[in-house]
Structure formats: structure tokens, C-alpha cells
């Protein structure tokens, strides 16, 4: 049994065959060049039928602009690509490209035609005086059967843009904070706040420092644009730039700080003369200095038990909270403590101390002999029930 696409009142145009593993399916090819209109799928030597319609061949259509962002009186730049939405291979279309305000009102309506390479370019000349903020462009394809993705839009702004007169900068005295147990209670921070205009001649005017720190993770809210949230650590308002300077002093209390959680001093500007504001930033990190040491112990022979009886050889790995290795003078006398479980819990082991003396760490690495003792398996003997073999079971004891 066949199947033949047929326009309605002409020849056939296509024709399938049934698939051999299922004789009611079919796949039928419709010819690229095929004119659009209603056609009817019938069975070939028989009466049934069906009307379908073919629509023209569909446009995927892409635009983008020169810039996201203009100034009145520029020209803007657009870029139109035809393609085909099955194999993306360039269309020649006519196309329509509209402009819009940010009211929605139309502000350039052009024709223009893709060329072989499936691309038309348009030209949207700004005014003097435009209407600012975010504009729409869009293009289209002129053909009423054009299918889907026939409409692309690209969107873009119109802003008044002037450089800055003058930039500021804030260059800090320190390189690093640090934070701990043997840091002070209250941390200085200090330096100096620079504004120069761009030809080079310093800036009259006052000043206004803030001290910010970005909050950690679990304090902070979530944010949609991915930016950081931060809190004010302290201000210091009403200073005079001489010659275009300010040296500035602020205090911050030890426990407002995070080692890993930079601080950052955020100067703004005025100029005295017009009031234009500028803002400049630096920055310093935070570290941890304390008197505290991690220790690190393992068995030499990488096993994770002790064999009663036998002696064990344990690594002992001393390292500062940055991760350096300690130096011999930051080191006093220590002492390891083993303690183990007995298998008969009315009897407790006595821990074993043994002494670390601090010249015997090399590189913050110390290895140190732990003596396991056997404790009598008398009070673990289980009688063997009748009809087993053998005479008891033990169950040695293990320490930890």
C-alpha cells in the first residue's frame, strides 16, 4: 500500500511507501521548492483522504546592534540575520525593521532585503534632543507565511554620558589586617585619599571615607544579580583635600573583623568649586595571627587501628591556622595523650602522656612511639556451644 501527496486538482508531488516493519506508518518528504497552499495525502488506489496545508518555508531571524548603549546624536547600527530553521542555512527575505521609544511610540520604519549570505543592515540616526532610556528595535519578514521566529527584536539604551572631571584614588598604609588571640582589640587603618582632574591639577574639596566588609555567605541575603552584600565597619566625614590630598585615621574593633573578608575604603569627592562627586576605593585584606596551633596526628603505616601489644608509630604534624609551618621559638613543651578503650568496661586504662619536646619538630613534623598495652582476654572468653568445634572465642581489646 502506498500513500501519495497530491495538489489538490494536479499531479503528485511526493510519494512514500509503507515502512516494512509497520505497514500504517509512513514518511513522507515534502519537496523544499513545494509552493505553499492545501493539499490532500491520499492513498494511492483507494478513497481515503486528508487535507493538509504547506506553509512557506520558516525564517529564524537574529539582530543585534553595534553598542548596548548611545548618546544623542550618534547612529546606531543593526546587524539582521535570515536563516533556515532546519538546516540554518542563509535566506534572501524582505524584511521590515521598526524602532520604538521607551513610551512605544515608532520612531523609523525601513525595507531592505537579506543578500545571499542572509544579512541586512540598518541605520537608526539619533537626534539631538531623543527621548532617553531603554529603545526596541525590531525586524520582520514581509511574507505572511514566513512560519515561526519570523520577528527578532534587539534591545538598547539612549543615555546622556559625560566623563568624569576628575578621578579619585585611596592608597592604604597597610598591606594587611590581621585578626586572633594575640591581635589588639581595636585595629588602626590608615592612609591617603588622592582627587585630580584628567589634565592633572588636584581637586578643592572635601572628602568622606567609609569602611566596608563584605558579609559572609550565611549572613548574607540572597541577591538576584549575583552581587555581594557588604556592612559598614566605620565612617569619617568632613575632610579637606589640600592640594588635591587627605590623610584619614579610622579605628575598627577587632571583632567586626573575618580573617578572609577584606576591608574596603570607599573615599568620595566633592568639588567645592561645582559639587560634582566622584568615589574611589581601596582595599586590605584580613589575616589570622593567634597564639593556637593544629595538630595533625596519623599512623605512620597508614593503617587506622592500633594492634595491642605491638607498639605504634605516630606522625605528629604541627601548622599555624594560615597554614605555614611554625617556627622552632613559636613552640613550647607538649605532650601527647593515648587514651584507649578496654574490653572490660569496669576496668579504665590509664592514658598514656608522652612529652614533645619542641627541638624534635623538623619542618613542624614529629614521629613519636605509642605503646599499646595487651590487656588479659580472661574476662572475654565465651563458652563454644555443644556441637561446635573449637574451645572459646576471644575478642582482643582495641585502643583508640
Known amino acids: 500500500m502506498r500513500a501519495s501527496l497530491q495538489l489538490v486538482g494536479s499531479e503528485v508531488v511526493a510519494t512514500a511507501i509503507a515502512d516494512a516493519g509497520n ?3 509512513y514518511a513522507l518528504t515534502v519537496p523544499e521548492n513545494l509552493s505553499p497552499g492545501n493539499y490532500s495525502v491520499k492513498e494511492a488506489g483507494g478513497s481515503a483522504s486528508s487535507k493538509v496545508r504547506i506553509g512557506g518555508p520558516s525564517t529564524l531571524l537574529l539582530l543585534e546592534a553595534d553598542k548596548a548603549l548611545y548618546k544623542p546624536g550618534q547612529t546606531a547600527r543593526f546587524r539582521a540575520l535570515a536563516l533556515s530553521t532546519g538546516r540554518l542555512r542563509p535566506q534572501q527575505r524582505n524584511l521590515t525593521f521598526e524602532v520604538s521609544s521607551p513610551e512605544g511610540f515608532k520612531l523609523l520604519k525601513a525595507s531592505s532585503s537579506t543578500d545571499e549570505t542572509g544579512v541586512a543592515q540598518f541605520q537608526f540616526p539619533i537626534a539631538q534632543e531623543p527621548l532617553l532610556g531603554p529603545h526596541v528595535a525590531r525586524v520582520l519578514v514581509d511574507s505572511p507565511v514566513a512560519g515561526a521566529g519570523a520577528i527578532a527584536e534587539a534591545n538598547f539604551g539612549i543615555e546622556e554620558y559625560v566623563l568624569p572631571r576628575f578621578e579619585v584614588s585611596v592608597a592604604m598604609d597597610q598591606s594587611y589586617l ?3 588571640s594575640s591581635a589588639p582589640s581595636s585595629l588602626t587603618l590608615s592612609g591617603k585619599v ?5 589634565f592633572g591639577e588636584p581637586v578643592l574639596g572635601t572628602c568622606t571615607l567609609v569602611l566596608w566588609t563584605p558579609l559572609p555567605s550565611w549572613e548574607a541575603q540572597p541577591s538576584k544579580d549575583g552581587g555581594v552584600e557588604h556592612k559598614m565597619l566605620a565612617s569619617l566625614a568632613g575632610l579637606t583635600l589640600l592640594e588635591g590630598k587627605a590623610s584619614f585615621q579610622l579605628s575598627v574593633p577587632r571583632d567586626k573583623l573575618r580573617a578572609g573578608y577584606g576591608v574596603i575604603a570607599e573615599a568620595t569627592v566633592v568639588y567645592a568649586a561645582t559639587g560634582e562627586r566622584q568615589s574611589g ?3 586590605v585584606s584580613v589575616r589570622y595571627q593567634g597564639d593556637d596551633l593544629r595538630a595533625a596526628v596519623k599512623v605512620t603505616d597508614g593503617s587506622q587501628v592500633f594492634r595491642p601489644g605491638l607498639p605504634s608509630q605516630l606522625e605528629v604534624k604541627l601548622s599555624k591556622p594560615d ?3 611554625p617556627a622552632l621559638e613559636d613552640l613550647e613543651e607538649m605532650v601527647l595523650v593515648a587514651t584507649s578503650s578496654t574490653v572490660d568496661w569496669s576496668k579504665g586504662a590509664d592514658p598514656v602522656r608522652i612529652p614533645l619536646a619542641a627541638a624534635s619538630f623538623k619542618e613542624g613534623l614529629q614521629v613519636v612511639e605509642v605503646p599499646m ?3 588479659s582476654l580472661s574476662c572475654c572468653e565465651t563458652p563454644v556451644r ?3 568445634p573449637g574451645t572459646s572465642i576471644r575478642r582482643p581489646a582495641g585502643a583508640a
Open 23 to 25: 505497514k500504517g506508518l
Open 178 to 180: 590581621t585578626v586572633g
Open 194 to 198: 588622592s582627587a585630580n582632574f584628567t
Open 281 to 283: 576605593t581601596g582595599s
Open 323 to 325: 597554614g605555614q609551618v
Open 373 to 375: 598495652a595487651k590487656e
Open 386 to 388: 555443644p556441637g561446635q
